[in-house]
């Protein structure tokens, strides 16, 4: 009676447990029957809930991205757009590396499995999907801010965030993939660079490029103290 009378909040206990499922044991894990025991209800309430582990894992990654958004929005917006985007960079890492799984769910990744969006464009699992735009907004948002503030050549704010949104999480997937483990301090010698050399490449100048990154891994910091 207890289970089922809290069956009100089946989905999110169900998005809750296949996401403790992904970060514990991998997506082999991700069967209705087990989804279902993590979360203390029966298999039926997943059918009746999602239809079955692809609308599930749709609705998986729609919760990572909403918890990348309400992780972007924990940045403060300063001065420097450059130092919002590189803590929002490092934001999305952190994510990425507290469930891997996760996020190869979310950016449709075969790292370590397929999850490869289904040909349904409705239940695609990151571009189609409202919870990405929200999170993807708040790098959109930093861009329209540093093509105001003069520091870049004059382009499109959308652009820019698509091109950023493409070094990061390539760096990020490399990275959970161990391809950086010659590095003393991956960040520091990939990611920074890799950054500072993006910028300048808009049109920004390097010294000044660099102080952002700075100050950007100086604004991460103090979020995760906070947090």
């Excluded at 599930?56 to 919002?84: N, Q, Y």
């Excluded at 934001?91 to 996020?103: K, M, S, V």
Aim: overall charge negative; proline content about 4%; some cysteine.
């Amino acid at each position: 009676m207890a289970g089922r009378a809290r069956v009100g909040d089946a989905p999110e206990r169900l998005v809750r447990a296949a996401i403790g499922l992904l970060a514990e044991q991998g997506p082999s894990a991700l069967k209705v029957r087990a989804v279902a025991s993590a979360s203390g209800l029966s298999t039926m309430v997943v059918y009746s809930h999602f239809g079955g582990i692809p609308e599930l894992m749709s609705a998986v990654a729609d919760h990572g991205f909403k918890e990348l958004g309400a992780a972007f929005g924990r940045v403060p917006v300063t001065e420097d757009p450059i130092a919002d985007l590189f803590a929002m960079a490092l934001t999305c890492r952190r994510q990425a590396r507290e469930n891997p799984h996760l996020y190869d769910l979310m950016f449709g990744l075969s790292t370590r499995a397929t999850y490869r969006p289904l040909p349904d464009t409705d239940r695609r699992l990151s571009g189609h999907s409202q919870a990405f735009r929200e999170a993807h907004a708040h790098v959109t948002a930093a861009c329209e801010r540093l093509v105001r503030s003069g520091r870049i050549e004059r382009q499109e704010p959308e652009a820019i965030a698509a091109q950023l949104w493409s070094y990061v999480h390539g760096y990020i997937t490399l990275e959970l993939a161990e391809h950086f483990v010659e590095f003393d301090d991956a960040v520091a010698q990939v990611l920074v660079p890799m950054g500072v050399n993006f910028t300048v490449g808009l049109g920004d100048q390097r010294e000044r490029a660099e102080a952002s990154h700075e100050a950007g891994a100086h604004l991460y910091d103090l979020i995760v103290q906070v947090r």
